[in-house]
């Protein structure tokens, strides 16, 4: 995934800052780089990084710990909290997608984005949001619950399936402590890693 926060202007979008999947195996979330919760984290270490940079961060702190709860950043002080929209692009823009889970990441991270709970993961028309469910997908529990399945009923799939899980020394007890632990490490230190310079 890559995430961008970005303004218009005629010459082209300037880009302000941006967040990689690929940056959080830095953070201990070393493989499952495109699911829901890595899509959540990158959305987090977006959020943290760009009010970092704009010198918001310790103002607008976000959610600590992800409850899976609707959260909208209200004004702290004298600044306004920074405001993005989002604007998906071709993604597809149904209940429960990726790219709603980049929004999350971001809301929670401190940034106001205008959203509704209805295009989390655990809304439904009937029963409305479920916030449990939601905070479970966050931490990627559907992955552990998939693993623990999948290695009960076919060894071989399950092998074939999350052979870098298993190369990681990750099972399905480690998977919701690793992405804690990576977003308490992304709120640490949000900030991108310098290049060394090519000789």
Avoid: W
Avoid at 7 to 20: Q, W
């Amino acid at each position: 995934f890559k995430f961008q926060i970005a303004y218009s202007r005629i010459e082209g979008d300037v880009i302000v800052c941006s967040a990689y999947s690929h940056e959080l195996p830095r953070y201990g979330i070393k493989v499952g780089l495109t699911n829901y919760a890595s899509a959540y984290a990158t959305g987090l270490l977006l959020a943290r990084r760009h009010l970092l940079k704009i010198g918001l961060a310790e103002t607008y702190k976000g959610v600590e710990e992800a409850n899976g709860d609707d959260y909208n950043v209200e004004k702290e002080g004298e600044r306004a909290p920074f405001r993005a929209v989002l604007d998906v692009g071709l993604a597809r823009t149904v209940t429960g997608a990726k790219v709603f889970a980049v929004m999350k990441g971001v809301a929670d991270g401190g940034i106001d984005v205008p959203h509704s709970e209805t295009r989390f993961f655990g809304y439904n028309s009937e029963t409305k949001y479920n916030a449990e469910a939601h905070r479970d997908r966050i931490l990627g529990k559907h992955v552990a619950d998939y693993m623990t399945l999948l290695k009960e009923q076919d060894e071989d799939a399950y092998k074939r399936h999350f052979s870098r899980f298993i190369a990681a020394n990750i099972g399905p007890d480690d998977i919701m402590d690793m992405y804690k632990k990576a977003h308490e490490a992304i709120r640490n230190n949000p900030a991108r890693e310098a290049k060394e310079p090519k000789e």
